[in-house]
């Protein structure tokens, strides 16, 4: 499988927000939209820190 785990950097705190994405926006406005392959959706005012795909972690900030 080829979906990723997505985790807000807080605090110097990695937390999960939400796993088995497979699908990731990112809009002018500084917001990012990430989907599950569950439907789940959320939508969030962070930046993009790190992406390894071998290791199927996102890293947002």
């Keep these: 499988m080829c979906e ?3 985790y807000l950097l807080r605090d110097g705190n ?3 927000i939400m796993e088995a994405v497979d699908s990731f926006e990112h809009d002018a406005d ?3 939209r990430i989907a599950n392959i569950f439907g789940e959706q959320k939508v969030l005012v962070a930046r993009l820190k790190s992406m ?3 290791n199927h ?3 947002l900030e």
Excluded: D, F, R
């Design 52 to 54: 390894s795909l071998v």
């Design 4 to 6: 990723a785990n997505a």
């Design 14 to 16: 990695e937390e999960l």
């Design 57 to 59: 972690k996102i890293l």
């Design 30 to 32: 500084g917001k990012i």
